[in-house]
Structures are given as structure tokens and as C-alpha cells.
Nanobody, 123 residues
Framework: QVQLAESGGGLVQAGGSLRLSCAAS????????MGWFRQYPGKEREFVTAISWSGGSTNYANSVKGRFTISRGYGANTVYLQMNSLKPEDTAVYYCAAGSNWKSSLVSDFGSWGQGTQVTVSS
């Protein structure tokens, strides 16, 4: 089991930027994809972006393309989400996830989850 810990959430004005980080620990041997999902109050968790083990392939939700960038750190056990041009509708709890398929946007394809970090964008 992979343990994930997010950091970097907070409050920012519309048009601003935030960078989320996620560190993986535990049974991290072997290739695994990492991704970010977000959840609005009372709604299902939704896909934001994912990245392959090598960091060479990425997948984005249409709502964040061109504004958000996912990347993996040295050693591949850390993933970052750079969020630019933030909008009030980006306000949500953001979750880091690890799974087997970077091409997937399904919650069920990601078996390990962080505790979530709140991102609030004020208008």
C-alpha cells in the first residue's frame, strides 16, 4: 500500500497561482501513475490530471488544460500540481492519488489516496 501526503493548499485570489505537492511513501516499488482529483461539497470526486511513472505522459481534464501542470519530482515519488489562472470554480478539496493507469480518469483506477488539501479561490 502506498501512503500519500498532500501539502500546499490555501486561499488565493482569482487569477493567482498555487502549487500542490504530494509525497508517496510505503510500498512504492514498481511503476505507478499518480494523479490529482478534486471534490466539491456534496459532489462526487472528479478527475483533474494524471501522470505516468516516467513523467513523460500526462492526462488533463478539459476544465484545467492550459492552466494546470502536473509533474513528478526526482525519484518519481513526489508529484506536483502547479495551478495558474485560478478561478472561483476551482475551489475544492484536492486529493492526490496513485494507480496503475495514467490514461484513466476513473476514481476506481486509483487505489491509494491522500487525505486531501483545501484550495479556496476568492473572486
Amino acid at each position: 500500500q502506498v501512503q500519500l501526503a498532500e501539502s500546499g493548499g490555501g486561499l488565493v485570489q482569482a487569477g493567482g497561482s498555487l502549487r500542490l505537492s504530494c509525497a508517496a511513501s510505503g510500498r512504492t516499488r514498481g511503476d505507478y501513475a499518480m494523479g490529482w482529483f478534486r471534490q466539491y461539497p456534496g459532489k462526487e470526486r472528479e478527475f483533474v490530471t494524471a501522470i505516468s511513472w516516467s513523467g513523460g505522459s500526462t492526462n488533463y481534464a478539459n476544465s484545467v488544460k492550459g492552466r494546470f501542470t502536473i509533474s513528478r519530482g526526482y525519484g518519481a515519488n513526489t508529484v506536483y500540481l502547479q495551478m495558474n489562472s485560478l478561478k472561483p470554480e476551482d475551489t475544492a478539496v484536492y486529493y492526490c492519488a496513485a494507480g496503475s493507469n495514467w490514461k484513466s480518469s476513473l476514481v476506481s483506477d486509483f487505489g491509494s489516496w491522500g487525505q486531501g488539501t483545501q484550495v479556496t479561490v476568492s473572486s
